[in-house]
């Protein structure tokens, strides 16, 4: 194993770790941005700051509002002194469409990412926009 994928994979179970903070019920995801080795930001799902905890409605569909765990991680540098130019980005599951957007948007050059969402269509959007994409599955009792 490389010094890099060794690092892949800690930054991984750190975002897998950082997942188990969301209230969501249907799929808890995390996020680390990492920028010369060094966290500047983090994120998981969950609702918008003052909004009650609760991901889903009562028939068990995801809220619209709801911020995804890499929304949450680009909008905290955006409120930081830091930049997401050259980062990395570590998530427990592949970004969909709308936060590839953001990722591109937001600087970020590489997602290394554990597991696949169903919809491929972020990941095809970010590979034709030239960020580096690494499915990096963990294995069990790397949670």
């Not at 941005?33 to 009562?58: H, Q």
């Not at 995804?68 to 130019?85: D, F, G």
């Amino acid at each position: 194993m490389s010094k890099q994928e060794r690092y892949d994979r800690a930054y991984l179970r750190m975002a897998a770790e950082w997942s188990s903070l969301s209230h969501c019920s249907r799929r808890q995801v995390g996020a680390l941005i990492v920028k010369g080795r060094m966290i500047i930001s983090d994120g998981y799902n969950g609702t918008p700051t003052g909004f009650e905890n609760k991901c889903e409605t009562e028939e068990g569909d995801t809220k619209w509002y709801v911020l995804h765990a890499e929304a949450n991680a680009i909008l905290k540098v955006a409120a930081s002194t830091q930049s997401c130019t050259g980062a990395t980005l570590y998530l427990t599951m592949s970004p969909c469409r709308d936060c590839s957007k953001l990722i591109h948007q937001a600087g970020i050059v590489r997602v290394v990412y554990a597991s696949e969402y169903k919809d491929v269509t972020g990941l095809e959007f970010l590979h034709k926009a030239g960020v580096q994409l690494t499915l990096l599955p963990l294995v069990d009792g790397e949670y």
